[in-house]
């Protein structure tokens, strides 16, 4: 299909559905729903896909579905929204505020929702039309915030036999209109550590007598950061901080069991895959000499997002071609986390960050707050976007990196 034809698709597709999909949105703000008891979410999404001829097939939980739009053999590309809302007070002055207390679509998962179901609205017309080359499985994911719910898709056969997957975010840093794309990594690894300590107690006139453990506790806080700065590339930006540290009830009572607790930040993949060896490798080398025994609790949180060039590439020819070619802007990997990149762990694939400030208003709201709102042309713009990336993939048409024309379908 030309390009100029499927715009026009697009546009009278919009025409007809865009208020529906707003009232959509503002559905699911008024009822948010927590990391895997999104099931009112679920249904709702299952029922208008149903609707449209499609057969989606919910996760065995009752939270998050799955639906493939089209068949036959070519490239199968996968599209993932989440749809989980925070544990946080809406504190907007908006007809559509949150109904629910303590609950709120603040990182804007409503949004990606609403986009990833006009997206497959659309879809599924164009694959009764025939015009398809191949499948698009549209992934509504659970529990992102947790996270987990990417590996609860990826548990259930999810992502199996998917070339590419694509998925964004909204960014309220960023006008309407706009799409925010990086090469590499786009978001970063957080992992948490507890670290406990025990040797013999004692009185602190006698420290010889026991392995004086909050002198060695301090030398682990201390020593551990530093040593591992110097063992891991710095570009890693790969940063161990206590935010917990515990030992003791008495000045003149050594303890015999201690605690520290901290995060382990991480802006590249390898070293993150690296971290949990080197980290207790390097606390058994500080603690020997002390004579304590300490164990390392570790904990993974997700690994970075790392883009695809290819993919961001795909991602840029559909903006261009469905927004303008002034559309796409650059972005930076931010010290945030997302459980996009699981996924990204086995397939290719990009994640972009959606403009949704408005421009006019001058305000730039922040996710996670109670106050965050976007503005609602993003969700026909999102539509646009996936809809023009999928195809793009599907037609597998990839020009030279950095050029971005308006290129036709086969
Ligand atoms: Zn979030
Ligand atoms: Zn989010």
Known sequence: MQGRELRGELDAFLAEAERELKAFRRDLHMHPELAFAEYRTTKLIAARLTAAGLFPSILPRGTGLICEVGSGDGPLIALR??????????????PYRSTVPGACHACGHDVHTTIL???????????????????????????????????????????????????????????????????????????????????????TARPHLTADLVFALAKILTELPAALSRRVDPRSSLSLVWGRVEAGTAANAIPDEGVAEGTVRCLDENAWHSAPDLIKALLESVAAPYGIEATMEYTRGVPPVVNDDACVQMFAEAAARALGDGSVVPTQQSLGGEDFAWYLESIPGAFARLGTRSPESGVTYDIHQGTFDVDERAIAIGVRLMTNTALTALFGQVTEPGSVPLAQHA
């Open 117 to 203: 179901l006009g997206t497959a609205l659309f879809l599924a017309q164009q694959a009764d039309a025939g015009l398809l080359p191949g499948r698009v499985r549209l992934i509504f994911q659970p529990a992102e915030e947790l996270p987990g719910g990417a590996l609860e898709v990826m548990a259930h056969g999810g992502i199996t036999g998917v070339d590419r997957i694509f998925g964004l975010h909204c960014d309220p840093r960023v006008d309407v209109g706009q799409v925010g794309l990086k090469s590499g990594p786009i978001t970063s690894a957080c992992d948490k550590l507890a670290i406990r300590v025990s040797g013999p107690g004692g009185h």
């Open 81 to 94: 929204a989440d749809i989980d809302a925070l544990p946080l007070q809406d504190e907007k002055d908006a």
